[in-house]
């Protein structure tokens, strides 16, 4: 069955960086995109970004530019995603999220993981 | 931007009874681009509908979704103690040569 299981929780000082990933299993690894959702403590979804897994390419909110990295690892199932110079603000659940391509939506999702920024 | 206004932002009915979930677009979206989620404290959201109406695997019948333009519909025919979470739609746009895969804010649907 397709999984989508990522690491767990980080807890993170301002300015550093986090790394989460995203272990994939139960289909064809580069035949899906792979996005980026996150959401903050009692908030709605915000996506983040997507990378399309077997072209290995990536496009990020204009908001995040320079901040996040997303990369893949064919030869695990893994997706990368690194958030950098963390904020207070960053302080959420991110989410990774399965997409077959141009279908628009996300159809499998991993259970998240909490990142705590503090100062 | 793509805006997507959800309403209303909390909705309290009985088990049985019909709900109606809106979700509106600032601007016209093609019907394959609107998918409702369905996320329950402390859970990943679900996918509930894709494309506008098409039900995700393993949705019951009493979900449906329609709509088209600007104004799109989640229609919860008799409610399910299970249904009760918050419900999100989310788009996807493409404008000024980037991608956008819009959330509206939640509706929140709560046993009355």
């Known amino acids: 069955q397709v999984q989508l299981v990522q690491s767990g929780a980080e807890v993170k000082e301002t300015g550093a960086s986090v790394k989460i990933s995203c272990k994939t299993s139960g289909y064809g690894f580069t035949n899906y995109y792979i996005h980026w959702v996150r959401q903050a403590p009692g908030q709605g979804l915000e996506w983040m970004g997507i990378i399309r897994v077997g072209a290995d390419k990536t496009e990020n909110v204009q908001k995040f530019q320079g901040r996040v990295t997303m990369t893949r690892d064919t030869s695990t199932s893994t997706v990368y995603m690194e958030l950098s110079s963390l904020r207070s603000e960053d302080t959420a659940v991110y989410f990774c999220a399965r997409e077959f391509p141009e279908t628009f939506n996300f159809d499998y999702w991993g259970q998240g993981t909490l990142v705590t920024v503090s100062s | 931007e793509i805006v997507l206004t959800q309403s209303p932002g909390t909705l309290s009915l009985s088990p049985g009874e019909r709900a109606t979930l809106s979700c509106r677009a600032s601007?016209?979206?093609?019907?394959?681009?609107l998918a409702w989620y369905q996320q329950k404290p402390g859970q990943a959201p679900r996918l509930i509908m894709y494309?506008?109406?098409t039900r995700a695997t393993g949705i019951p019948d009493r979900f449906s979704g329609s709509g088209s333009g600007t104004d799109f519909t989640l229609t919860i025919s008799r409610l399910e103690p299970e249904d009760f979470a918050v419900y999100y739609c989310?788009?996807?746009?493409?404008?000024?040569?980037?991608?956008?895969?819009?959330f509206g804010q939640g509706t929140k649907l709560e046993i009355k």
């Open positions: 989310q788009q996807y746009g493409y404008s000024y040569s980037s991608y956008s895969y819009i």
């Open positions: 601007q016209s979206l093609s019907n394959r681009y």
């Open positions: 494309a506008t109406s």
